[in-house]
């Protein structure tokens, strides 16, 4: 099956789905604080990327070690990225998604590097991969 422009526009509008996206993919239906093991339900913070406890405050970051850390570029963009370079057979050049996320060279290039050493045409260092389509 084949995943559309308008499916992923659907399932991504936004920075706050793609990180919702990226928690449910690194800890599943967590229901437990790993700092003081209550019954819990995490629940984001405003205006930052991490998850809280709602008893201890313990802060759960979901882009810490992966290729999303510390980035100033906005995740709907990487996941935009990630789309484009997995919808083409050929891929996509840097070049491209700079046209295509209105970024610099240099940070389309950073993107693309990155994302290409996850999906292994490259040999720099693995990060986990975050999947953006499950096919459901």
């Not at 936004?14 to 019954?39: E, H, M, P, T, V």
Request: aromatic share 14%; net charge positive.
């Amino acid at each position: 099956m084949k995943f559309t422009i308008y499916q992923f526009r659907k399932m991504y509008p936004d920075d706050n789905a793609c990180l919702d996206k990226i928690f449910s993919l690194r800890y599943g239906n967590l229901k437990q604080c790993s700092k003081c093991k209550k019954k819990t339900r995490f629940h984001r913070v405003k205006k930052r990327t991490c998850y809280e406890c709602q008893w201890c405050g313990y802060q759960l970051y979901p882009t810490k070690n992966t290729i999303f850390e510390k980035t100033t570029t906005p995740l709907h963009l990487w996941f935009y990225a990630i789309y484009l370079m997995t919808a083409t057979r050929s891929g996509v050049s840097a070049k491209e998604i700079e046209r295509q996320l209105g970024v610099t060279y240099k940070c389309a290039w950073r993107i693309a590097h990155q994302i290409r050493s996850l999906m292994g045409a490259d040999s720099g260092p693995k990060r986990p991969v975050i999947p953006i389509y499950s096919g459901h």
